[in-house]
């Protein structure tokens, strides 16, 4: 995915990104891919497989929530910073919290940050269970399994707010017995199934509330 496909790609999802934008998650994909030789961050590194796998996939948690409505949000095990630098770039408005459990990924995030010129946004070196605070939207991406995950992140969402999970296939995983466990303690929403453009991986976004 060139960045002409990664534009049209977005206003299908209405998402229409300015000049700076863009020129921001650039600089994102170089500093990405510097840092990456020397602390491991991702095994995708070709210009073309970031903007599809972590750029557009990070975005794609709009096609169940208008991220504009919401004031904060918090990525748990954003690793290197997926979904949360991307959504900030994209989305000034929210105050972003990312957590992760390993102090260099946090250090590379911060610098991140601070050479992006980002806003109210911060990394944490913490484990999520461990941390507390409250915030509208919850996020994690290809984090641990459904079940797992959950207890995880699930005393980070406001009463009124959601835990967004986005994954890959999601059928081996969600089993009728664990997804009639999960309802027991939980509201799920929604389950978004589709496929990445192009390569049509499949992606699911499941959303979730306290009850």
């Given at each position: 995915m060139n960045q002409s496909d990664f534009i049209e790609e977005l206003k299908k999802i209405?998402?229409?990104p300015k000049e700076d934008q863009l020129n921001k998650l650039h600089k994102f994909y170089e500093l990405l891919t510097n840092w990456n030789k020397k602390?491991?961050?991702?095994?995708?590194?070709?210009?073309k497989e970031v903007y599809l796998k972590h750029f557009y996939d990070s975005l794609t948690i709009t096609k169940v929530i208008d991220l504009n409505k919401y004031n904060t949000l918090?990525?748990?095990?954003?690793?290197?910073?997926?979904?949360?630098?991307?959504?900030?770039?994209?989305y000034p408005n929210l105050k972003i919290t990312l957590i992760d459990?390993?102090?260099?990924?946090?250090n590379y995030l911060n610098e991140i940050?601070?050479?992006?010129?980002?806003?109210?946004?911060?990394?944490i070196h913490v484990r999520a269970e461990?941390?507390?605070?409250?915030?509208?939207?919850?996020?994690?991406?290809?984090?641990?399994?459904?079940?797992?995950?959950v207890t995880y992140t699930m005393h980070?969402?406001?009463?009124?707010?959601?835990?967004?999970?986005?994954?890959?296939?999601?059928?081996?995983?969600?089993?009728?017995?664990?997804?009639?466990?999960?309802?027991?303690?939980?509201s799920i929403i929604s389950i978004e199934k589709f496929s990445l453009p192009i390569e049509n991986s499949k992606r699911c976004l499941i959303t979730m509330k306290n009850k």
């Open positions: 209405n998402i229409f602390i491991n961050l991702t095994r995708i590194t070709e210009e918090c990525d748990v095990g954003t690793g290197a910073g997926f979904p949360g630098i991307v959504l900030k770039i994209m459990s390993l102090q260099k990924r946090v940050i601070k050479e992006l010129d980002l806003k109210e946004i911060e990394a461990d941390y507390k605070g409250q915030f509208d939207v919850v996020t994690s991406r290809a984090v641990a399994n459904i079940e797992k995950l980070l969402v406001s009463k009124n707010g959601v835990f967004i999970a986005m994954k890959g296939d999601i059928d081996k995983e969600l089993t009728p017995d664990i997804t009639n466990k999960l309802e027991k303690k939980y």
